[in-house]
T-cell receptor
Framework: AQSVTQLDSQVPVFEEAPVELRCNYS??????LFWYVQYPNQGLQLLLK??????LVKGINGFEAEFNKSQTSFHLRKPSVHISDTAEYFC?????????????FGKGTLLTVNP | DGGITQSPKYLFRKEGQNVTLSCEQN?????MYWYRQDPGQGLRLIYY???????QKGDIAEGYSVSREKKESFPLTVTSAQKNPTAFYLC????????????FGPGTRLTVT
């Protein structure tokens, strides 16, 4: 089974500052990794995903994440945030290969961007 | 436009009543999922279905039931046996057998008093 730990439940930052949202996972098999964003009272939207290949993954809205297998981490970064980035962010993992239909989510990190 | 529809957006019920949440998708996805979201808890899987007329329990299936009579529809019933039904419910779908990238609906917020 897989598990995900998002190390910060809340991250407040000022506009135009850089941000990193931390995610660690646990799995005995190879995994795929995802970051989703949720704006208030809405569903989840995929930001980016790591399947294989380059460990640096670029997503929408200027976000990127780096897969680090040795540290079992998949941290999300943005060099300069905007007020509109205020949302909850979820890291998720699935087993790669086979019947890889189930996602396991972290508990989320609330990013608040202040002016 | 393809997507997932959940209705209604907000739902209010009295304790002891069963309530059914709707989820429809026109993405031609085989797999569909129901999640429950509580503040600070992330998403927890209630039920999932890979094919019509078949579904499996997720991590927190007690007090819930589902049906999958059509590929595009996966309604969730919150029964009176669910002890804490007030939550935000999210439906998702995905292509079966490929990367588990799931597409989410807008959610239904259920309040039971």
């Amino acid at each position: 089974a897989q598990s995900v730990t998002q190390l910060d439940s809340q991250v407040p930052v000022f506009e135009e500052a850089p941000v990193e949202l931390r995610c660690n996972y646990s799995s005995s098999v190879s995994v795929y990794l995802f970051w989703y964003v949720q704006y208030p009272n809405q569903g989840l939207q995929l930001l980016l995903k790591y399947l294989s290949g380059s460990t640096l993954v670029k997503g929408i809205n200027g976000f990127e994440a780096e897969f680090n297998k040795s540290q079992t981490s998949f941290h999300l970064r943005k060099p300069s945030v905007h007020i509109s980035d205020t949302a909850e962010y979820f890291c998720a993992v699935s087993r790669s290969g086979g019947s890889n239909y189930k996602l396991t989510f972290g508990k989320g990190t609330l990013l608040t961007v202040n002016p | 436009d393809g997507g997932i529809t959940q209705s209604p957006k907000y739902l209010f019920r009295k304790e002891g009543q069963n309530v059914t949440l709707s989820c429809e998708q026109n993405l031609n996805h085989d797999a569909m999922y129901w999640y429950r979201q509580d503040p600070g808890q992330g998403l927890r899987l209630i039920y999932y279905s890979q094919i019509v007329n078949d579904f499996q329990k997720g991590d927190i299936a007690e007090g819930y039931s589902v049906s999958r009579e059509k590929k595009e529809s996966f309604p969730l019933t919150v029964t009176s046996a669910q002890k804490n039904p007030t939550a935000f419910y999210l439906c998702a779908s995905s292509i079966l057998g490929q990367v588990a990238e799931q597409y989410f609906g807008p959610g239904t917020r259920l309040t039971v008093t």
